[in-house]
């Protein structure tokens, strides 16, 4: 915008010497009369540099959790990072909470607010072979009983903890990365659940984050690792939240890493009022990707535009 306007002084300056003062006042009355109508128009942009990809004049709060998961640790530790570092160069200002550190008392007050959370980790979800059903431990994230802890003791806080405790920003992403039940398959050794199992178990584990006075719009779930960028998806202008979970993997040969589409299930929850659950299940190897909420919610409103 500037260097146009910049460069009209210049030439006018020059035509003014030539062609006198007279000239000169008539430029400029042209040039005032041009800015006014253009910005009455509504066609002049005002770019700030650090300006994001959505025009956001404040860094949307991302909080990523990676709890302690046994042999699959150093791994979710790595999936963390990776995801951490996107959100980062997509915009958003990024807590990071990763095992050994990754406690209830460091956990809690990091996700007040949060517009963004991202959890790896261990997943106790219902149906499962584990009874009774209880939202004590199950449908929430497993953390690190004390700092220091090993990988292979962790402490459940479910989903009757996070509707007491958690309070995050209108309209939140949440997305349940590896953990078992979240997406619908359950456990490594398991047999592929039924449909019915399936939805069962993504409707359960969202329940709470969906809840009025937790406020997440959706919670994304992937029990296998995804080639998408989501963090970067996030950010782009007018998505909406079944857009971007139907993004397509960037190595197709990985399997069930992106968006499959070949038999998606649609069912409306019967856990939280309104929402709609999208199962996109592969044809042998079951349910891992799965979405829960708002589908039509857009990066815009959850950015609270």
């Known amino acids: 915008m500037h260097g146009p306007i910049r460069d009209g002084a210049v030439h006018a300056t020059t035509k003014a010497a030539a062609y006198g003062s007279a000239f000169r006042q008539r430029l400029t009355s042209i040039l005032v009369m041009a800015f006014v109508a253009t910005v009455a128009a509504g066609t002049m942009t005002f770019t700030a540099p650090a300006e994001q ?16 998961s046994s042999g699959s640790t150093r791994e979710f ?4 990072r990776l995801f951490a570092n996107q959100a980062e160069r997509a915009g958003m200002k ?21 517009n963004l959370v991202v959890y790896f980790g261990h997943g106790n979800g219902w149906p499962s072979p584990y009874g009774p059903f209880q939202e004590a431990t199950k449908n929430g994230f497993a953390l690190n009983r004390y700092e220091g802890a090993s990988p292979y003791q962790h402490v459940y806080y479910g989903g009757n903890v996070i509707r007491e405790k958690v309070r995050l920003a209108p309209n939140a992403v949440v997305i349940l990365y590896r953990a078992c039940y979240a997406a619908g398959n359950g456990e490594e050794w398991h047999r592929v659940p039924s449909r019915s199992v399936a939805l069962r178990r993504v409707d359960n584990f969202a329940a709470s984050f969906l809840h009025k006075d937790v406020r997440a719009g959706v919670v994304m779930a992937y029990r296998t690792k995804q080639w998408v960028n989501l963090a ?13 979970f139907r993004i397509s993997s960037s190595k197709p040969g990985w399997r069930m890493s992106g968006w499959m589409g070949r038999r998606d299930i649609y069912r409306e929850s019967t856990r939280t009022r309104g929402a709609y659950i999208h199962l996109d299940p592969h044809p042998t190897a079951g349910f891992s990707r799965a979405i829960t909420g708002d589908l039509r919610m857009t990066t815009r409103e959850w950015m609270g535009r």
């Not at 990809?53 to 302690?68: F, M, Q, S």
């Not at 530790?77 to 963390?80: N, P």
């Not at 970067?232 to 998505?239: E, F, H, I, Q, V």
């Open 53 to 68: 990809t959505l025009g956001a004049t404040r860094a949307p709060r991302a909080v990523v959790i990676v709890g302690p």
């Open 94 to 114: 990024v807590k990071r909470l990763f095992h050994p550190r990754a406690t209830w008392a460091r956990v809690r007050p990091a996700l007040q607010g949060a």
């Open 232 to 244: 970067a998806a996030l950010m782009r202008p007018s998505k909406t939240m079944n857009s971007i």
């Open 77 to 80: 530790l790595a999936e963390g």
